[in-house]
């Protein structure tokens, strides 16, 4: 049975959190002399701990009520946070698929607790069967899933995700940074289903907003106040709150640009398919494409001379560079440069 209270480490449950200058008034109006700032000036004043106007935009565009969000310094900080409520350092694990996003090996080894990597399968789907052992281990507290996967591209079966969801006590993090860009609806409907269920998205991605670095997790509303016990107080800028805010304004941009990005997506799909040293484009659910060339390593570096950087992700599928889409321009660029490109 989950029970958060079991979960949760002792330290985080008896922390005494930092009390901000701005917890016990709320209002917009008054002397603010609680805070040592400087009086004068734009940027002087301490941004909202809680960031409650962000959270209300949010909260109408997700229809998720703001007590079941809460936001980070980008999801980056969300998954370090998660680590560090849940895993004692040097006893508990955590558990992760391979290959997918590196941050949650990094975090979990700062975090001293070691990290389990189930590999997916040929077709990058996880194998519920290969889960199963884990599900009762004790010391695994945290299950971190990217869907879509990145470096892969690909969802995972939604199934696989509700009975590894269904049947560990410990908490799924489910991190859907790409998810504007799926042909697969978001899990962020099954948070008030699952209380040990975090899905986590980004401003990073299909916002256009990675310079802010706005991160979201949506769950259930005893996990967010974990979060934001111990969360450092101002993790998010006044200025990156306004212009994420801002962005929240616009959101026909945003609808236009991700269907500009999944057609270019098919566009580069088709062009990287018909090149010579093509062995394999595969489907993509995100902004980026995965492609198995003959030799990446040559490949990449063709491509560094001519001042186009893609990512050369060999190490962790053979062969294979990882493409974001750009714009057309870009693309046309990359397209031209790649053909130019003999093996
Ligand atoms: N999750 C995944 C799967 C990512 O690929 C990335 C960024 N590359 C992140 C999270 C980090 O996002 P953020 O900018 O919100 O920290």
Known sequence: MFDLN???????????????ARDDYHGREGIFLDANENPYGLLNRYPDPFQKELKAAISQIKEVPDDMIFLGNGSDEIIDLSFRILCKPGVDKALTFSPSYGMYEVSATVNDVSIIKIPLTRDFQISFEDVIPWLSDGAVKLILICSPNNPTGNCFDRNVLEQIIVNFDGIVLVDEAYIDFAGQPSLIDRITSFNNLIVMQTFSKAFGMASARVGMAFTNPEIVRYFNKIKPPYNISTINQKAVLKKLGKTGEYHRQVKKIKSERGRLAAALQKLPYTEKVFPSDANFLLVRV??????YQ?????????????????NCLRITIGTEYENNKLIGALKSIAL
Do not use: H, Q, T
């Open 302 to 318: 063709a491509l560094v001379k001519k001042g186009i950087i893609v990512r050369n992700r060999s190490n962790l599928v053979d």
């Open 294 to 299: 003959k030799d990446a390593g040559f490949i």
């Open 6 to 20: 079991k979960l949760v480490r002792e330290n985080v449950k008896s922390l005494k959190p930092y009390s901000s």
